[in-house]
């Protein structure tokens, strides 16, 4: 079994604060996910990182960041927190084409 | 269209009978296919996967792929009120390395 680990689980903050989830993997998986989920909606990809120094954007346009200067660790940043980001944001890493996602616990981020 | 259609549910079904979901995919090319049970409130938890056709059963559940039919279906056999949750069908696309998942099927298993 995948161990992933996300940190806060849950963070209320204020608009305008800087924020970073932490996100990091245990199991050497070179790919690694964020995804971004409100309740009962749809899983949205919105960043992605096939190993270290390589990062682009998914699917759904974000105004966070992401850096992959470990392979182990995968933080996404907010630099300027707003409600619209109040959502349930997934770390997930996977081995390779092919294999399975495994997801962390979730950070529910909450802007107030 | 979507590449990854499931029916939204809600499925109800009773204790003890067999959930049947349902997911087609738009690729044809695709290679991997996945089922994700995701309770509310958390974060998916992967159930199953298969790549071949045919049936592949793990105790209670069996997936099923018809790639001739852009098909794939997981069955829940024996169906306890705990399987209440929404599935997730996800498909690898074999011209790519990301994962697509689909809407989610919410299930309801009721005493």
């Known amino acids: 079994e995948a161990d992933i680990y996300q940190t806060p689980r849950y963070l209320v903050i204020g608009t305008g604060k800087k924020i970073t989830l932490e996100c990091s993997q245990t199991?050497?998986?070179?790919?690694m996910y964020w995804y971004q989920q409100d309740p009962g909606m749809e899983l949205h990809l919105i960043h992605y990182?096939?190993?270290?120094?390589?990062?682009e954007k998914g699917d759904l346009s974000s105004e966070s960041t992401v850096s992959r200067i470990r392979t182990e660790h995968f933080p996404l940043t907010l630099e300027s927190a707003r409600p619209s980001h109040t959502s349930q944001y997934l770390c997930?890493?996977?081995?390779?084409?092919?294999?399975?996602?495994?997801f962390g616990n979730g950070t529910r981020l909450t802007v107030t | 269209q979507k590449e990854v259609e499931q029916n939204s549910g809600p499925l109800s079904v009773p204790e003890g009978a067999i959930a049947s979901l349902n997911c087609t995919y738009s690729?044809?090319?695709?290679?991997?296919f996945f089922w994700y049970r995701q309770y509310s409130g958390k974060s998916p938890e992967l159930i199953m996967f298969?790549?071949?056709?045919g049936d592949k059963e793990d105790g209670r559940f069996t997936a099923q792929l018809n790639k001739a039919s852009q098909y794939v279906s997981l069955l829940i056999r024996d169906s306890q009120p705990s399987d209440s949750a929404t599935y997730l069908c996800?498909?690898?696309?074999?011209?790519?390395?990301?994962?697509?998942f689909g809407p989610g099927t919410r299930l309801s298993v009721l005493p």
């Open positions: 990182s096939y190993g270290v120094n390589s990062t």
């Open positions: 199991m050497g998986h070179d790919k």
């Open positions: 690729d044809r090319g695709s290679q991997s």
């Open positions: 996800a498909v690898n696309m074999h011209y790519g390395q990301n994962f697509v």
């Open positions: 298969i790549y071949s056709n």
């Open positions: 997930a890493s996977s081995t390779g084409v092919g294999s399975p996602l495994h």
